[in-house]
């Protein structure tokens, strides 16, 4: 099957939207219209969010309220913390984030007292509390609190993450801007199971649930967590051009290049890279820096690959102390957004997502009764 | 985009299978290559999952190893029983399944301890344990047991639900041929789902917690709850001709009839429909069994629709006394067969699925500053 292209339904198209669009011609993203350059630059990851799931930008009075919205709901119910204190603390962290989604939907399930709207924000709030709860809880059987002074969803995963040292301004507004980049991707596996749950008219938490499940795969969001392991093996850039070359000999998979979709470039990899180097030199890590940009000319030398948006991703958040198996669940803290637009505009236009296969098994046959077997 | 094939893959190849056939030219299931008459007729549940995941038919002491490791794995860690405690008892059980299977993902998480086919049997065993541990806790706050002396996964999930009182045979035994029915049905949603998530390489309690959320959809497993509703509507077979013409001429959908694949028949419910004519003698309870099939008479006549295998079984279920919030979560313990199956077909010649979507929102536009909007 890996050798059929209907297998993996590349370039079938599976339905219509108005979110993004994903390398019209190979290359280019726009969110709902915006280029992607334009939002990392002057837009924040709230009004980004606002956008995808509203349809538009918010003014400075929608914005203020949708602000002060997710700030108020960053707090979990008691039941909640109960359940994540049950999870190991070696558990992965994506599977702490699908159970906490889903016993959310069992506490403040879909219906009359939450609609889907409020229930987009909800998760777009307590998604990082969610993590950190559980985080703080196996490492030191803290409760700890889980709400902030913070006004936005960087500012306050950094600060329950980081407890009372101060948040920098420029690590705040990077993983602002990661989420930016993050946020939305078109029919990438994720956001299509969750279309693909949405389509049977299932409830929004079941959605968001195995959309967190279908990113936590290492062809998927797990890549950048993969890109961290790479990277994080050498110590300077001639090592990492020995290193890499040694495992391209060995037809070993580099994780963080190539992307289905974009052919060229991932408009979003300079993006982050430009951040990268920001943060690498205000914390005098350049040799991170060089490292990975030197794993990068390797690649596009030999392999003629680019890096995708996993690839820096994980140096800038290296930098900003973010323990790497944090990286998918802040992908997930991101892709919220994208998800419940998403999810909302398959809801909008239903139909059945109920695709056919092309069997290959055994002919019809008699049956045989157990004691001739 | 309802109106737009593609939106629902209809007819769309995603990929290839030996597991079943559905519908080849519009009728027939089967197994494996085995007929699911035969099937439903001659084999158990437990012989129907063997042969669904391992391939082939078990042979006497296959099976019998394999049912004692059923049995076997029908406790729950303590850690779940904590868990479910905190599921409020108006949850939709289909929730309590979700949530029950991911955290079981992070107490036994996929890994050398665990491999993919220990996780399947695992799941088939102790599924209907975390739906009544949870029950009996909510409605008479009891911690109870979640083992059993009995032999099959219908025997299991019929003691655990009725307790003391004595499982009858032929309850049983129809609960069995409803699960071999249920069992798997090729690219259904939610097993696409499963295969979906599978694909991004995630692990596999990943991808059966999506296959739940797709299944609690009114428009797929849901449909059996649905069913029920409406038969229970109707004291008579003449009112319920009469209900359901009003119901027609409103518009009104009636659920339980139709396929997305079947054209003519779907031929799961010849076989289930005779077992609810048996269960209904046995239990003198006849009209239930006249108005299910006045509602078929008119459904045929009026539309020319036949039914599914959701509707008699809400009637076989109903008069087995299974409460109609567990018609979905059966549907689980079942599918969990063909979903495993599925996951594991994926994974051995596996294919990121990631289809493209047809653009229909804005042009790209310029970015406007928050104070300008």
């Not at 990392?40 to 002060?68: C, M, R, W």
């Not at 982050?272 to 794993?295: G, H, P, Q, T």
Request: proline letters at 5%; aromatic letters at 8%; one cysteine or more.
């Amino acid at each position: 099957m890996a050798t059929d292209k209907s297998a993996g339904l590349q370039d079938v198209i599976a339905g219509e939207t108005a979110i993004s669009t994903v390398g019209k011609k190979g290359v280019g993203l726009t969110y709902r219209g915006y280029s992607i350059e334009d939002l990392a630059e002057k837009s924040t990851f709230e009004q980004v969010a606002y956008l995808l799931i509203d349809g538009h930008l918010p003014n400075a009075s929608e914005l203020e309220t949708y602000q002060e919205r997710l700030v108020r709901h960053r707090e979990l119910p008691l039941d909640l913390k109960t359940i994540l204190e049950q999870l190991p603390g070696n558990t992965h962290p994506m599977d702490v984030m699908r159970t906490g989604c889903s016993a959310l939907g069992n506490l403040e399930p879909e219906g009359a007292a939450h609609d889907p709207l409020a229930i987009a924000h909800r998760l777009l709030a307590c998604f990082s509390s969610i993590l950190l709860y559980w985080h703080h809880f196996c490492a030191r059987g803290e409760r700890t609190e889980v709400t902030s002074g913070e006004k936005t969803v960087a500012g306050h995963f950094l600060r329950l993450l980081h407890g009372r040292r101060p948040v920098l301004d420029l690590h705040r507004r990077m993983l602002d801007v990661s989420l930016i980049l993050y946020a939305e991707h078109e029919f990438n596996a994720s956001t299509f199971t969750a279309r693909v749950i949405a389509s049977t008219r299932s409830d929004f938490y079941s959605a968001v649930t195995g959309a967190i499940g279908a990113l936590r795969g290492p062809l998927h969001g797990g890549a950048n967590e993969m890109a961290m392991d790479l990277i994080s093996r050498f110590k300077t850039a001639d090592d990492a051009e020995k290193g890499v070359l040694q495992m391209l000999a060995k037809k070993e998979k580099i994780m963080g290049f190539g992307h289905r979709v974009y052919k060229n470039c991932d408009p979003r990899s300079e993006i982050i890279k430009s951040w990268a180097r920001k943060l690498c030199e205000d914390a005098n890590r350049m040799e991170l820096f060089n490292v990975a940009e030197r794993i990068e000319q390797v690649m596009r030398r030999e392999k003629k690959l680019f890096p995708n948006l996993d690839f820096y991703s994980a140096v800038t958040y290296r930098v900003a102390c973010i323990p790497t198996p944090m990286f998918t669940p802040l992908f997930v803290f991101a892709r919220i957004a994208g998800w419940a637009a998403h999810i909302l505009e398959q809801r909008a236009d239903n139909r059945l997502i109920r695709p056919a296969a092309r069997y290959i098994g055994p002919a019809p046959r008699p049956y045989v009764p157990v004691a001739q077997r």
